[in-house]
């Protein structure tokens, strides 16, 4: 079955460093998402990208963000100037985004940890 | 805007015996999509069943099962013959249908319920 691959799995940093989290999306896909997972507490919505930009995001997502797909395949989250609020499992989603009977299909996350 | 409520922060059930996990939504979307996400502990996010508001019937995945109630905005799951794997955080979503304005098929997610299976 196709999946969605994250990189690092797991990456500790040091406070005001950049950080850049990789993904491989399903190749079909046409929608991308990243999501944030603060230990403990429910999955929220950073930002959606289709057609090669943003077509949604939170609050969350301020100026610290940015997204891109630099080569066709892999799709990146870089956080520019990390925070101790930043450590959290960040998960890489992708749906075909076509039709119905979509579904989600979500990396197995990659987990920050800012020190 | 969506909102999503899981009330129960916390359950346990005896292994082989049936649990339901409770979900209610807030939308004034007629058409969308209903999700159970499951995270156990290694924490990667699992698609456990979905639900389309336009179907009347009730999914139905191997030992999970949905009871939706559209009008009453309320989608629980109910997990029969729980086994330890079973153990996890469940997480029920709610995404607009792609024909909803500005859908990007974004997901709103519920705090949780953790639910422990006992042997």
């Known amino acids: 079955e196709p999946e969605v691959t994250q990189t690092p799995s797991h990456q500790v940093t040091q406070m005001g460093q950049e950080v850049i989290l990789r993904c491989v999306p399903i190749?079909?896909?046409?929608?991308f998402y990243w999501y944030r997972q603060i230990l403990g507490q429910k999955v929220e919505f950073l930002v959606s990208?289709?057609?090669?930009?943003?077509?949604?995001k939170s609050e969350i997502f301020d100026d610290q963000f940015s997204v891109e797909r630099p080569d066709g395949s892999n799709f990146t989250l870089k956080i520019r100037s990390t925070k101790l609020e930043d450590s959290a499992m960040y998960f890489c989603?992708?749906?075909?985004?076509?039709?119905?009977?979509?579904?989600?299909?979500f990396g197995e996350g990659s987990w920050l940890t800012v020190v | 805007a969506q909102t999503v409520t899981q009330s129960q922060p916390e359950m346990s059930v005896q292994e082989a015996e049936t649990v339901t996990l409770s979900c209610t939504y807030d939308t004034s979307e007629s058409n969308y999509y209903l999700f159970w996400y499951k995270q156990p502990p290694s924490r990667q996010m699992i698609l456990v069943i979905r639900q389309e508001a336009y179907k009347q019937q009730n999914a139905t995945e191997n030992r999970f099962s949905v009871n939706f109630q559209k009008a009453a905005k309320s989608f629980s799951l109910k997990i029969s013959d729980s086994q330890l794997g079973d153990t996890a955080m469940y997480f029920c979503a709610f995404m607009k249908h792609a024909n909803s304005g500005g859908s990007n098929y974004k997901l709103t997610f519920g705090k949780g319920t953790l639910l422990t299976v006992n042997p």
């Open positions: 989603a992708s749906i075909v985004g076509q039709g119905i009977g979509n579904t989600i299909y």
């Open positions: 190749s079909n896909h046409l929608y």
């Open positions: 990208f289709y057609n090669n930009e943003i077509s949604e």
